[in-house]
């Protein structure tokens, strides 16, 4: 009987050890522990994008500029930037009128002939349509 009860216990931890590594490997699974960047073609976003009251324009030597109606700015006195774009990293580094420079560091998750979205690390999230 002592053996018995020695065989079910050896059993019982197996059974215990089993499960618990199971429950792990089910809530990795949902993690995303390796997170993919996508790829973006930067030529795509040469061109005049709208979103609402904001307009930017980009051109493939990698400058551009924008401007926002609801300030009441005209194109004629946007803003100029450079830009970039990495896999997914679109980076824009604004030139101010007094001197200096502001980089603004978004992550573009889509990016096609009309269509350009991105968002910042603090929740702003921009959708822009291209026009012709």
Same mark, same amino acid.
């Given at each position: ?8 216990q ?15 490997a ?70 101010? @009128? ?5 980089? =603004?560091t +978004? %992550?573009? /998750? $889509? ?5 350009? @979205? ?5 929740? =702003?999230? +921009? %959708?822009? /349509? $291209?026009?012709?």
């Open positions: 009987m002592k053996q018995t009860n020695h065989i079910l050896k059993i019982r931890n197996s059974l215990h050890f089993g499960l618990f590594f199971c429950c792990v089910l809530l990795l699974a949902g993690c995303d522990l390796f997170p993919r960047k996508e790829k973006f073609d930067k030529t795509l976003l040469s061109g005049y994008w709208v979103s609402g009251t904001i307009h930017e324009f980009y051109r493939a030597e990698g400058t551009g500029y924008t401007w926002d109606t609801a300030d009441d700015v005209t194109e004629e006195e946007a803003q100029p930037f450079t830009w970039t774009l990495e896999k997914s990293t679109l980076t824009q580094i604004h030139q101010m @009128e007094m001197g200096g420079n502001v980089p =603004k +978004y %992550t573009v /998750t $889509k990016l096609n002939t009309t269509t350009l @979205e991105y968002h910042d690390d603090y929740g =702003k999230y +921009y %959708t822009f /349509t $291209k026009e012709q």
